[in-house]
Structures are given as C-alpha cells and as structure tokens.
Antibody, heavy 127, light 108 residues
Framework: EVQLVESGGGLVQPGGSLRLSCAAS????????MHWVRQAPGKGLVWVSR????????SYADSVKGRFTISRDNAKNTLYLQMNSLRAEDTAVYYC????????????????????WGQGTTVTVSS | DIQLTQSPSFLSASVGDRVTITCRAS??????LAWYQQKPGKAPKLLIY???TLQSGVPSRFSGSGSGTEFTLTISSLQPEDFATYYC??????????FGQGTRLEIK
C-alpha cells in the first residue's frame, strides 16, 4: 500500500524550532518529487515547499523562505521539514504529498499535481 | 502571483443533484489545474488533473473542464459521500503553486 506518514508536530514557543518527518512506503520514494502543504485551522491549503527526487533542488513559499528547510533521505525513504524561527502564523496541520513524474500529456507534464497525501501532523506555535 | 477564485464559496445541495463549482485564474494557466476533495479531519484527495483528466479510482460522476482562466468541476449526481470541501490548484507558475480558497458543499 502506498503510504505517507507524517510525525514530529507539537506545541512550540514563538521563535522555536521543530523538525517534521514524512515516512514513505509502498513506492519508490527516490523517483518522486515531494511537497509540504499546510492548512491553518479553519483555513484553506497553502503550498510550503518542494524538493526534487535527489534532493538537489528545493523551492519555498515566500512566507517561509529563510526559516524552513526541506530535505530528504532516500536511503531512509523519509522527507523532512526543518522549521526555525517559528511564528504564531505557522500554526497549521502540515501535510506531505507526492508529486508523480509521469502525469504528462503529449505536450505537457503536470508537475505539482499531488496524488498521494499523508494524514498530516499538527504544529501549534504559542507561548 | 497567480490567484485562484472559486465560486461559490458555499453550496447547499441534495443527493442526486448536479452541481458545478467554478475556479477562475487571475491570468491564463492553460490546462495546469487540478481539483481536490477534502473531508473534515482528513487529507485532500486528488480528483482531477490537467483540468479534465480523472484520477484513477475516482468515480466518473466527477468531471472537469476548462482552459486558460476559467475552469469547472461538475458532479453529475451527488452522493452522500461527496459532501466535502473542494479546492482547485494551479501549476502554471510551478514551483509557486497556489490553491483556491475552497468551496464547501453541504447537504440541503
């Protein structure tokens, strides 16, 4: 069964740090680009970060750039999100999601489509 | 940044109804659009990608259409399990992905 399982969420004070993990199973993790997406309480989905299959290329939303770092360990089939200098507005459920490499037509590839999601891990930033 | 505006934000409908949700992009995005369904307390689920391609395993009562700046998600005959929140997502400005604000579909 294809599965993503996040962990590492919790309560942290403003200015603190947290590292989220996303354990992948049931597929060849090293072949897929991966994303983190978050959802504040009662709000919509917001893309946070993405990493390519070998970890050599990363991108971030402006709201987290310079504070968050995405990484992966393909030997451990695990995706990470290191979150530093946390703010109250970072409070959210954080999801990891898989980005399939083969969602293509004859003319275009739809990179960024997220076909498998984890169940999410909750991060609360509060004093 | 490309903005996505969904309408309506809230929709009340009955089992068996045909419903349509619209997603408008602030600039042309070709067919770089996906639709997701999210139920309370659960992760989003991919329904449609490339504006109109049905994801494997998704019932055929779901369909997507559109190109450029206007897109629609249609559910041909609502089932009880379809009551959820729906999000569109644009990939045109990848990696700067954005989602619409969501459309909450509730039972009338």
């Amino acid at each position: 069964e294809v599965q993503l399982v996040e962990s590492g969420g919790g309560l942290v004070q403003p200015g603190g740090s947290l590292r989220l993990s996303c354990a992948a199973s049931g597929f060849t993790f090293s072949s897929y680009w991966m994303h983190w997406v978050r959802q504040a309480p009662g709000k919509g989905l917001v893309w946070v970060s993405r990493i390519n299959s070998d970890g050599s290329s990363t991108s971030y939303a402006d709201s987290v750039k310079g504070r968050f770092t995405i990484s992966r360990d393909n030997a451990k089939n695990t995706l990470y999100l290191q979150m530093n200098s946390l703010r109250a507005e970072d409070t959210a459920v954080y999801y990891c999601a898989r980005d399939p490499p083969d969602y293509c037509s004859s003319t275009s590839c739809y990179t960024g489509t997220m076909d498998v999601w984890g169940q999410g891990t909750t991060v609360t930033v509060s004093s | 940044d490309i903005q996505l505006t969904q309408s309506p934000s809230f929709l009340s409908a009955s089992v068996g109804d045909r419903v349509t949700i619209t997603c408008r992009a602030s600039q042309g995005i070709s067919s770089y659009l996906a639709w997701y369904q999210q139920k309370p307390g659960k992760a989003p689920k991919l329904l449609i990608y490339a504006a109109s391609t049905l994801q494997s395993g998704v019932p055929s009562r779901f369909s997507g259409s559109g190109s450029g700046t206007e897109f629609t998600l249609t559910i041909s005959s609502l089932q009880p399990e379809d009551f959820a929140t729906y999000y569109c997502q644009q990939l045109n400005s990848y990696p700067l992905i954005t989602f619409g604000q969501g459309t909450r579909l509730e039972i009338k």
